[in-house]
């Protein structure tokens, strides 16, 4: 009953935003953020105990709170992935410390992409990556990118 109230307020709120409204964001309880692009229209459900969205799944308890922003915007790489210690550099993605880093598409798909670690970092390179939105998975947090050339 309370997820489908959750799940009603959810409909709700995304059917009252503003044409403004940049991204729906799903904070994790360790404090990460995901973001997703509303003009992408996606689609959250909640079933058996997990928040599901368009791909992604999440458990209930791993999910503190969720909103949608008209400020925070997740093509913005550089804003979004800050927190992680991850920047663009051209097409490569660099990544503080020499940790297992995988790119995934939109559809949940795993894009093989040249992965170089050494002094510290872990650089991958996105270059053969064709235009599209993106997951990044670093550890166990991930967060999403949008290359657009």
């Known amino acids: 009953m309370v997820k489908k109230l959750i799940l009603i307020c959810t409909l709700a709120l995304l059917a009252s935003v ?4 940049r991204s729906l964001v799903l904070v994790l309880s360790d404090s990460t953020k995901i973001y997703f692009l509303l003009d992408d ?3 959250m459900r909640m079933v058996d105990g997990k928040v599901l969205i368009d791909t992604q799944t999440f458990s209930f308890e791993d999910v503190d709170r969720f ?7 997740p093509s913005g790489i550089e804003a979004v992935m800050a927190e992680k210690q991850v920047k663009f550099e ?5 990544v503080e410390g020499e ?4 790119v995934y ?3 949940g798909m795993k894009m093989k992409a040249k992965v170089n670690r050494a002094a510290g970092m872990t650089k991958v ?3 053969d990556l ?3 939105t993106y997951v990044v998975k670093v550890g166990k947090a991930s967060m999403k990118f949008v290359k657009k050339n």
């Not at 051209?90 to 660099?94: D, I, K, R």
């Not at 940790?99 to 995988?102: L, M, N, W």
């Open 18 to 21: 503003s044409v403004s409204a």
């Open 41 to 43: 229209k996606p689609v």
């Open 67 to 73: 909103y949608i922003s008209q400020t925070d915007d």
């Open 90 to 94: 051209g097409n490569t993605l660099v």
């Open 99 to 102: 940790k297992a880093v995988e």
């Open 105 to 107: 598409a939109i559809n």
């Open 125 to 127: 390179d996105t270059s």
């Open 130 to 132: 064709a235009k599209g």
